[in-house]
């Protein structure tokens, strides 16, 4: 039976962030894309992510400190790499940073917690794909160092699951070569044996 759903899902793509233009999504419209992402599985009920908007002139201040991060670890920066930081966050009129923020549970590891991040992390896209933006999820350089996370507003023990970059996309993203399925799964055929 033919489902709009699934050929949604099976045409999902990411647009090229330079390519994201205002408008950005409305308040409203953030607000369904955080219902819909913190609709997945979290066993527990721990809510172990949360959501950092980085939106107007937020985006220009974080890329000043990334700059600045970059030039105090590496030396000064050629121009091109400068301004490709102090971009970082203003290419599309909204990022959306995902973060892991586990909670202490002797029962529910906290890999688990992650990959439910990764969950809301596609939700929130898909939401917003649905709702006509495009989107892209990066991580980068920053989301890898300590001082660059704290910069970007996250604790000590959060780690960044993407930074999704949401905005009005007019193009049709070049579609990339997709995995052949029949190379990834198999009938189970009992315990694994080298």
């Known amino acids: 039976m033919p489902s709009p759903i699934i050929d949604f899902l099976l045409t999902r793509n990411s647009a090229p962030i330079p390519e994201l233009r205002a408008p950005?999504?409305?308040?409203?419209?953030?607000?369904?894309?955080?219902?819909?992402?913190?609709?997945?599985?979290?066993?527990g009920r721990l809510e172990p992510?949360?959501?950092?908007?980085?939106?107007?002139?937020?985006?220009?201040?974080?890329g000043k400190k990334l700059a600045e991060l970059a030039e105090r670890r590496e030396g000064p920066l050629p121009e091109g790499r400068r301004n490709q930081e102090l971009a970082?966050?203003?290419?599309?009129?909204?990022?959306?940073?995902?973060?892991?923020?586990?909670?202490?549970?002797?029962?529910?590891?906290?890999w688990e917690m992650f990959l439910s991040g990764?969950?809301?992390?596609?939700n929130l896209m898909t939401a917003a794909n649905a709702l006509?933006?495009?989107?892209?999820?990066?991580?980068?350089?920053?989301?890898?160092?300590?001082?660059?996370?704290?910069?970007?507003?996250?604790?000590p023990?959060?780690?960044?699951?993407?930074?999704?970059?949401?905005g009005s996309y007019e193009g049709t993203a070049i579609e990339r070569p997709r995995p052949d399925v029949a190379k990834l799964h198999s009938d189970y055929t009992g315990p694994w044996e080298g």
């Not at 949360?50 to 974080?62: C, M, P």
């Not at 290419?91 to 995902?98: C, D, E, F, N």
């Not at 990764?118 to 596609?122: D, I, L, S, V």
């Not at 023990?157 to 949401?166: A, D, Q, S």
């Open 24 to 43: 950005a999504p409305s308040d409203s419209e953030i607000k369904t894309m955080l219902r819909a992402a913190t609709r997945v599985p979290d066993h």
């Open 118 to 122: 990764g969950m809301a992390a596609m």
């Open 49 to 62: 992510w949360r959501f950092i908007l980085y939106r107007g002139d937020a985006r220009i201040e974080i």
């Open 157 to 166: 023990h959060e780690r960044v699951v993407g930074f999704i970059h949401i």
């Open 88 to 110: 970082r966050f203003s290419r599309a009129p909204l990022v959306i940073g995902v973060v892991s923020s586990p909670k202490d549970n002797p029962k529910i590891p906290q």
């Open 132 to 155: 006509g933006y495009g989107t892209n999820m990066i991580t980068n350089w920053y989301s890898d160092v300590e001082e660059a996370r704290a910069l970007l507003g996250l604790a």
